[in-house]
C-alpha cells in the first residue's frame, strides 16, 4: 500500500474514533441531564415537606427533636444531585464549540466549587448533626445546626447556590446556535442568573445583615426550579447532537 493510502486509512480511522467519542459524550450528557432534573425533583419535593419549625435559640426543644430525622431526608438526595450537577457541566464543556469553552471551562470550575461547598454542608448535617441530635450531644450544636437561620449551614447553601446561578450564567455562553431549543437554554439560563442578583439585592436592601433565611430559600428555589426546566431542553440537545454524529 502507498504512503498515501495509508495516510487517508489513518485520518478515516481518526475520524471515526473522534466520532464515536462525540457520541460517547453526547450520550453522556444526554443521561446527566435527566438524572439532574430526577434528582431535583426528588430533593424539592422532600425539602417542601421537611421545613423546619422555628425554635429559639440554642434551637434544641422539643419541635426539632420531633421532626427528626424527616428534616435531613432530603440531603440525601441532594448530595447526588451535586455529583450529577457537576457531570452534566463538564459533558456541556466537552461539547461546547472551541471559541466559546473558556466559558463553559470557567462554569464547570465554579461548578466544582459549589458542588463541593454544598456536599460538605450537608454531608455534615446528615452525619455529624444527626447523630449529635439523637445522643444529645450538642456542645457546638447551634452554630452549625439548619435550624439556626444565622448559621453555618445556611451560610454555606447560600454561597453554594448562589455560584450554581454563576454556573448557568456561564453555560448561558456555550449555546450559540440560533435554534429555538439553544435561545431558550441560553434565556432560561441568564433570567436564572437575574433573579438570583435581584432577589440578593432586595432581601439585603430589606434586611441588611439579619436576612436569617431568606434569601437561602429564594435562590435554592430559583436554581431548582431552573435545573428541572433545563434538564429536558439539554437532554433534547444532546439527543439531536447524537443523532446527528449516528446519521453523518
Known sequence: MSREGRVVMESQSIDALASARGVGTYRFGYWSALATTALTVVSFGLALTAVPDRAPYPFTSH????????????????????????????????????????????????????????LIDYYVQVTVMQPSLEKGQLDGWAMLTMFNPHGVF???????????????????????????????????????????????VVVAATRGIYRGDRFEIIVISIVWLTLIVAGPLLAAVFRRAVRQSTSA
Open 154 to 200: 445556611i451560610a454555606l447553601e447560600e454561597i453554594g447556590y448562589l455560584l450554581m446561578s454563576l454556573v448557568f450564567l456561564c453555560l448561558a455562553a456555550a449555546f450559540v446556535q440560533r435554534n429555538r431549543l439553544e435561545r431558550s437554554i441560553r434565556w432560561l439560563f441568564t433570567s436564572s442568573f437575574a433573579a438570583t442578583i435581584l432577589a440578593l
Open 63 to 118: 419541635v426539632i427533636a420531633v421532626q427528626w430525622p424527616g428534616d435531613y431526608i432530603w440531603m440525601y438526595p441532594a448530595m447526588m444531585l451535586m455529583v450529577v450537577f457537576v457531570a452534566l457541566v463538564a459533558a456541556i464543556h466537552a461539547c461546547a464549540p472551541q471559541a466559546r469553552r473558556i466559558y463553559s471551562l470557567v462554569g464547570l470550575c465554579v461548578a466544582s466549587v459549589a458542588a463541593a461547598a454544598l
